[in-house]
């Protein structure tokens, strides 16, 4: 395992029998340094959110995975519940919570040689702890704060603190590591590539904040959070330290094996770095042993808009085509993210064409992997993985990537909309993303409402099966729209040469207002009275 985020020697005791006493690791530098490391181990990997290769990207109009008895389906049925949980962080948060507490209370008197580094690694720590509250407050709304290490002696039922209390101190903690942490990824030696920077404490501020400032949380419409999350995603930009990577690197972006992405600068923050083949295994078409766990929906393809016009494909003006939908060519040709992020029928994959259409390879019922859509995801997708029967193994070094910059430029075109209108600096940062992936601009002219939409589809797109949609929908507060219906998928039928494209409905989806918020698992309400369930659960 490759480890970046911690140098090797620090995952090391110095003792060799028997079990160590906690005053022990503060007479150690290379413990205390230790203890901090195992710290991060709590970053939350999103490959796979069920244990089977399940993404949150399914659990959203993005998305079906394949493999119909996945957990990831409760939150899909309206079976999700206190007693019926996933992706539950709520204990393991607050573990992690715990370890930053004490790394932040006994490193100031620990033996950390030399002494100076004792502020920058409690600027890591800061850092850690807000992400880790964060986690809470985007499953779960207003949390407990926890802001010293508690004890078993402790009165531990508390009552959750106020939005705007937990807001305040996750913008508090980033703001203690912006002082004293290293700009970027690229100011850290080769050994502490993927510790915490300024920068990652930077952008997990501005989706914080942009968060605070979204309808699910900013119920009184308070235009002065917009402007806050606003200023805040500039900074970040103002730092100059990150930037877009070219198209054609694009695709490499998650593959940590390729040395040109290696903390590229469009990445800011990531999870250690694992050698595996599992997201390979996991979705692949089956043609190539793949669990095809993750099948993009046709409304996310719909997405993709016109690469000529750069007009949605529901305009009768865009160009598309529906003989040729996804065209990569011509006046008809769709968004080049598209064949990126996105395996459809025809595509190359591993030096071969993938065939979804009835009877193709890649579409045979009788197989239970087969797609339920008529895709199979792309994103993240190495092509140099090898994982098939019969074939040398082999792996590819893969984080989990936090945060990027393109995220960020969104962030800033989101909540600059919302506080000002469409200024500018609105158009300047979309259209960065836009002809980065060799799409139009926006039209000039377009209203603050527009505009808005125009911004959701681009991170629809732009961030696809990264998370965001997943949250994104809640936040905006447009789940009952969005996710309360059924989900389709592409019927492709094969007559000699041609083919013809018939749009089927593939599942019902169920979303209820509650399920803007995660509900607050029943162990956790038996242990504190106070605690109270999230509504409607």
């Known amino acids: 395992m490759i480890c970046m985020g911690c140098k090797k020697d ?10 160590i006493r906690e005053e022990d690791v503060w007479k150690s530098d ?23 290769g399940a993404l949150l990207a399914s659990a959203s109009d993005e998305a079906v995975n394949s493999n119909v008895n996945s957990r990831i389906n409760i939150i899909n049925n309206g079976t999700w ?11 393991n948060m ?21 002494a100076s580094d004792i502020v920058r690694l409690k600027g890591e720590a800061y850092f850690l702890r807000a992400m880790y509250h964060f986690e809470l407050m985007k499953r779960y709304g207003q949390i407990i704060l926890a802001t010293r290490s508690y004890t078993t002696t402790d009165d531990l039922d508390l009552p959750r ?32 590539k993927g510790r915490a920077t300024a920068g990652a404490a930077l952008a997990l501020k501005s989706r914080m904040l942009l968060y605070a400032a979204s309808p699910l949380y900013n119920t009184n419409g308070d235009l002065s959070k917009w402007t806050a999350a606003a200023a ?10 990150n930037s877009l990577l070219p198209l054609a690197q694009l695709g490499n972006l998650w593959d940590f094996s390729v040395a040109a992405s290696n903390y590229s600068p469009e990445v800011i923050f990531a999870t250690n770095v694992s050698a595996t083949n599992s997201i390979e295994s996991n979705n692949a078409p089956i043609s190539y042993e793949g669990k095809g766990r993750t099948n993009p929906t046709q409304e996310l393809v719909n997405a993709f808009e016109m690469r000529v016009s750069g007009k949605p494909i529901t305009d009768n003006t865009s160009g598309f085509s529906p003989t040729d939908p996804y065209s990569t060519t011509g006046a008809s040709a769709r968004d080049p993210r598209l064949s990126l992020f996105i395996i459809y029928n025809g595509q190359s994959f591993k030096s071969r064409a993938v065939e979804t259409f009835t009877g193709g390879r890649d579409n045979m019922p009788i197989n239970i992997n087969n797609t339920k859509t008529g895709y199979y995801l792309r994103k993240f997708l190495s092509e140099s993985s090898a994982w098939a029967t019969g074939a040398t193994s082999v792996n590819r070094n893969r984080p989990w990537i936090f945060f990027r910059y393109s995220e ?31 799409m139009p601009v926006l039209p000039a002219g377009l209203t603050q409402s527009q505009m808005r939409e125009r911004i959701q589809n681009e991170r629809r797109v732009e961030l696809c099966f990264e998370g965001h949609r997943f949250f994104d929908v809640r936040r905006w507060r447009k789940g009952t729209e969005l996710f309360n219906k059924s989900v389709s998928g592409i019927q492709i039928t094969k007559t000699g040469t041609s083919l013809t494209y018939v749009p089927f409905q593939v599942e019902n989806r169920v979303f209820t207002e509650k399920n803007n918020l995660f509900p607050i698992p029943q162990s956790e309400l038996n242990k504190a009275s106070k605690l109270k369930q999230n509504p409607g659960y």
């Open 10 to 19: 620090y995952l090391k005791f110095d003792y060799t029998d028997g079990s």
């Open 30 to 52: 290379r413990n205390s340094r230790g203890f901090l490391n195992t710290t991060y181990a709590g970053l939350i990997n999103g490959y796979s959110v069920d244990g089977d």
């Open 81 to 91: 519940g206190a007693l019926r949980t996933i992706d539950d962080q709520y204990n």
């Open 94 to 114: 607050y573990t992690n919570i715990r370890k930053t507490n004490l790394f932040l209370e006994k490193s100031g008197s620990s033996a950390i040689t030399p």
């Open 161 to 192: 603190n106020t939005l705007d209390e937990v807001i305040a101190q996750i913008s508090a903690d980033c703001d203690e590591a912006i002082k004293v942490l290293p700009a970027s990824q690229s100011d850290l030696g080769v050994a502490d």
């Open 232 to 241: 805040t995603a500039r900074q970040l930009i103002n730092l100059n330290k």
């Open 408 to 438: 960020v430029l969104l962030n800033y075109a989101e909540a600059l909309n919302e506080a000002s209108g469409p200024v500018t600096d609105v158009y300047t940062y979309v259209n960065q993303i836009r002809l980065r992936a060799g």
